[in-house]
């Protein structure tokens, strides 16, 4: 018979098994507070006990759990000296129930993760998933409350990003059932920094100093880590204290106080503490180090006098950091947090030996050894099975489709909430702030950045299609790595390295775990091939109702680096006339037509069903290479891929942006629809002037399209007639430009204030 009754470790998320594991470990009954950290530590959230088995197929991340442990992310080379560091992270569970401070401090963890490699954080992209949003497509007050989310969580995002002196450049939003009462939300941020100016979360030196940095302690967000490990149900509210409350002008001051403290060389170590508080931060700092701290809890800042050890040590309140400082050098650091008017004390030491010690009033309340929590949570292998509905998918015939009138079809894909353009979101947000922002959202297929101290171009973008994943998990997890990568390579850079935001219900139901490692897989596979290694990641489980689970919704981010960001290309010419190019992958498998889980499919037919196409990997590869390669060389002038709603909705956007005629003629497909909406990757659009050579015999870029193996062929023109033309075998149509403008820019909105 255990001391602790079991209601009182099953109400921080943690198992009998894995409490009487904790005994075993500790030979010793735990305190409460060392249960607390405990379960914060173990928890999906933290632990990634579910998901640490299916990541090792990630090459970084298995090296990094093999060798010194992860860090908070990842760094690539760019040349010049310098390096670029990002992260993607999730803040589902705390945007569902307190939508405009969830997502406010999502975005200020992220940045604090990227904060604490060195870099300074240059830009913020973000994803999100909500329920419909259209009258009719579900109950009233679902319909008022997937509204009020996303409006809430788009205000948090711009609230918090503009003030703390960021831009938000680039992201996604998607609308669907499945997420109605469990929004997604997921926040990416990019670092740029000296490459010889990275530094570590591992704490070392015994003797040195632990330093509190930043705003005072309080007592929100305790147990944030547990409760982002949890289902969501109809006491969700109740769990309003487990959220944060973010302070976007504490961080700007956090973000220049870190940047100059670290110039000072006196600083051994810095993490921030995010996800369960000062518990995470003191135990992997001295886990990864391998060493133990003294702590005391007495003098850490507190915005309550009479907060107890066990919530000082759970508290996940914003804006702090810990770090570790030379010993008798630490007067360095702390004097530069106070000039920038924040918390700077030290509470406690580094020990030889691997315990982190913590008092309170002078009493131990914790004496554990860190690796415990951080390196030996448990894993579980979990069952996996192949649901039906993906074996029912396969057998979609697109033939059994009937005709819908092109004009009807367009106007309805341009309509929707879904495709239509985001501009009622970014349109919020602050994208020049910094004033390295070289081409903005809604301009091309991914954000373009020029950062000072070089001539290189960073671009960026975030991607993925839960429908995709949901109907074929492992294509799912390729198509979000292609998509993204094709999308930055739009812009003229060659993709580089990837990070990964996993979304999906609870991996202890079978259907689900498989559809997590399918997906994984895939997005391992597909980084491979493109050269675009995982460098870091998140994963969020548990995100169900009890209406059920979410699509998955695996989501990469891509990092793409060009030479010269003068280079840069946008999705359509805004001036001129000249010839629309269709670059291509040949001899591409295309299963049911394209249409399998298309836009079109969903949107017009109210069906998901269906495959989507299998990307070829290495095609991909060529094509990311090529569009580098024209780009840099000045071959063509704007670029934009076929995805969602295929090639006539890419015409149509390309037409939108650049506020210019397109004439496409294709050949066509089996059907009408086939023909203008199938979703085939490895599709862009290419934009040369009237001047250029284009596709003569010997020109430059049929040579490069070439040695690519690529193929690329005229379908058109664009000129300033203002209108879409296109024509097939099925026949011919035309469309106003500004009609379709006013549809594609003003939908979003009009469907959010309608009712």
Known sequence: MSATPAEVYTSMGLRESEYHEIVRMLRREPTKTELGMFAVMWSEHCGYKYSRPVLAAFKKYKEAMEGAGLENAGVVDIGDGLGVTMKVESHNHPSAVEPYQGAATGVGGIIRDILTMGARPIACLNSLRFGPINAGADESTVIERNRYLCEHVVAGIAGYGNCVGVPTVAGEVSFHKSYSGNPLVNAMCVGILPLDEVTTAAASGAGNPVLYLGSATGRDGIHGATFASDTLSEDSNANRPNVQIGDPFAEKLLIEATLEALQTGAVVAIQDMGAAGLTCSTIEMAAKGNVGMDVDLDLVPMREADMSGYELLLSESQERMLAVAEKGREEE????FRKWGL???????????????????????????PRFLADQCPVYTME???????????????????????????????????LSSKRWVYQQYDQQVQTQTSVVAGAAD???????GTKKGLSAKIDGNSRYTYLHPRRGGRLAVAEAARNVAC??????????????????????????????????????????PVISGNVSFYNETARGEVFPTPLVGILGVMDDASARLTMAPTEGAGKVLLVQIPGLHIEHEGLGASSYLALMHDREEGYPVDPDLQGEARLCRFLNEAAKSRLITAAHDVSEGGILFAAAESAITGNIGLSISLEGGKSEAATWFAEVPGQVLVFVPDSSAALQDGSDLASLAQSYELAITETGAYDQSNLLRVESKFG????????????????????????
């Open 491 to 532: 812009t003229g850079a060659l993709p580089v390295a990837a990070t990964d935001g996993l979304n999906f219900g609870s991996p202890e139901q079978p259907h689900v775990f498989w559809q997590f490692r399918e997906a994984v897989y895939g997005i391992a596979e597909a980084a491979e091939i493109l050269q675009t």
């Open 732 to 755: 011919s149509a035309s469309w106003p430009v500004e009609d379709l403008r006013q549809l594609y820019l003003n939908s979003l909105e009009s469907a959010l204030k309608m009712g």
């Open 384 to 418: 996996a099975e192949v649901p039906h509905y993906h074996v029912r998918a396969g057998q979609f015939d697109p033939s059994s489709l009937p005709p819908v009138s092109l004009s009807i079809a367009l106007t309805t894909l341009l309509a929707s909430p879904e």
């Open 446 to 452: 991914a954000a373009v950045l020029s950062p000072r």
């Open 343 to 369: 918390k700077a004390v030290v509470i406690g030491h580094v020990v030889d030996e691997p315990v982190v010690t913590v008092r309170r009033h002078g009493e131990v309340i914790a004496s554990v050894d």
């Open 333 to 336: 650091v702390l004097s530069v």
